[in-house]
């Protein structure tokens, strides 16, 4: 796992639908240097033509480009690129993610949002092999890296392992330690990654605007006897955070593949 800086996500869409496509035309000829820091953008006018859209269109993509400091109108002089602000991020190796995540408790700061027991949901129980009517302990966190926050994780944990440490202990340490402490010894996860769109909530708290895109991680942690000891729902925003993978072309003809490569260096150091 590893710190660095990549540009910033969005974080104000325009209203209207013609006017969100043009701000992400024009976001992305931002972020990827086909229009660079210090140069002028295409004329209004041309822009109207380029993109196909009217004029009253084009100048909400450029509010909201200009409210995030993206662009700079000069007058007389035309709109000019800015160098988007720079933001940390984290890296995670796909193949040694789970203790990574250890690490990442370690290198970043939790703030807990909710904290509660009760059912869990349908989907949350039959992932974890539980009763519907079973209680669980529900903890809703935000993960910051130097202060920003760029993850939103919601934990199911049973509440007979949930009850062995306390909500100022799950704000303060990594969860992962807190269920080895409770004496629950892991051994399988499985884990999905998908891609979802921010709800109002989850979009407050992670600074973007209603609808921005979002990486997803569902995972289902299990101890040596198959029963369900976490269920966590990740949201991460993509621009903050991504997953890696390495990869090694293997075997001979017709049965040559790519196989992922374990990175044991990431994997030691992550212990």
Known sequence: MRAKLVDPSVSGLPEGGKARRVYLQLLDGITRGIYPDGTALPAEQKLCVELNVS????????????????????????????APKLKPSMAADFTTLMPQVVQMGHETTARLLSFSYGAPPATVAEAMKMSPTAHVQTAVRLRLIEGQPFSHLTTYVPEHIAQNYSESELATSPLFRLLERSGV????????????????????????????????????????????????????????????MSLSRVGAGDARHWEPVVNPTRAETAK
């Open 55 to 82: 004029r009253v269109t084009l100048r909400r993509a450029l509010d909201a480009l200009d409210g995030e400091g993206l662009i700079e109108r000069r007058a007389g002089a035309g709109t000019w690129v800015r």
């Open 185 to 244: 010894e892991v051994e399988t996860a499985d884990q999905s990654v998908s891609a979802t769109l921010a709800s109002p909530d989850v979009a407050g708290h992670l600074g973007l605007s209603i609808g921005a895109p979002l990486l997803t991680l569902n995972r289902v942690v299990r101890d040596a006897q198959g029963h369900g000891v976490e269920y966590l729902a990740a949201l991460y925003r993509p621009d903050m955070f991504k997953l890696e």
